[in-house]
């Protein structure tokens, strides 16, 4: 699978706009970007994944660049529950967690 | 969307004896699972693909035949901690994908104290 690099930790205004960043230069043709969540000691949840096109679900967006080397997660109006570390993974069968974005919204 | 449970939520046992954790895909069959596990502070770290009727696929590091995984229905994974020390004291997620999307569902985890 190929690495992802994502900030440590970001802080957001309740009400507001989270956009998390994340970069994969060495993605190859046929990996997905998938994005999950992890709320403390609970199991991660899925949010969205992707391939090449932008997508949108009634979580989150998700913006991949052109050439595929980043993408960024936005939740539109993030509140207190979002609060989660955030992991962006690229993966073709298995999934391999990174060290993920710690997101806390600040009320 | 889908649903994979786990059991038991905690357990707490003493070192040197074995704890068995069970996954279920409780509305999905799976034929394929994975067993996570993390520490605190810490992300996600694959030990090995569960395969129904088959032997589990184990990540480099792990031990086999420490942690005994059984895939013996398309519903259910067990791992089974032997031995346990302290140093095995971890969060311990199972996940299964869901056939015909690329979406994989994760347990709610089994958080294990051995003293």
């Known amino acids: 699978d190929a690495k992802t690099t994502q900030p440590p930790s970001m802080d957001c205004a309740e009400g507001r706009a989270a956009n998390l960043p994340c970069n994969h230069s060495?993605?190859?043709?046929?990996?997905?970007v998938y994005w999950y969540r992890q709320i403390h000691s609970q199991g991660p949840q899925y949010i969205i994944h992707?391939?090449?096109n932008n997508e949108t679900n009634e979580m989150a967006s998700l913006i991949i660049t052109e050439d595929r080397k980043s993408s960024t997660l936005i939740l539109p109006h993030a509140t207190l529950r979002d609060t989660a570390v955030y992991y962006c993974?690229?993966?073709?069968?298995?999934?391999?967690f990174g060290t993920g974005t710690r997101l806390t919204i600040i009320p | 969307g889908a649903v994979v449970s786990q059991h038991p939520s905690r357990v707490i046992c003493k070192s040197g004896t074995s704890v068995k954790i069970e996954c279920r895909s409780l509305d999905f069959q799976a034929t394929t699972m994975f067993w996570y596990r993390q520490f605190p502070k810490k992300s996600l770290m694959l030990m090995a693909t569960s395969n129904e009727g088959s032997k589990a696929t184990y990540e480099q590091g792990v031990e086999k035949d420490k942690f005994l995984i059984n895939h013996a229905s398309l519903t259910l994974s067990t791992l089974t901690v032997t031995s346990a020390h302290p140093e095995d004291s971890s969060f311990y997620i199972c996940?299964?994908?869901?056939?015909?999307?690329?979406?994989?569902?994760f347990g709610p985890g089994t958080r294990l104290t051995v003293t």
């Open positions: 992707g391939l090449k």
């Open positions: 996940s299964a994908p869901l056939a015909e999307s690329y979406e994989q569902y």
């Open positions: 993974i690229v993966r073709d069968e298995k999934l391999t």
């Open positions: 060495t993605i190859s043709g046929n990996e997905y």
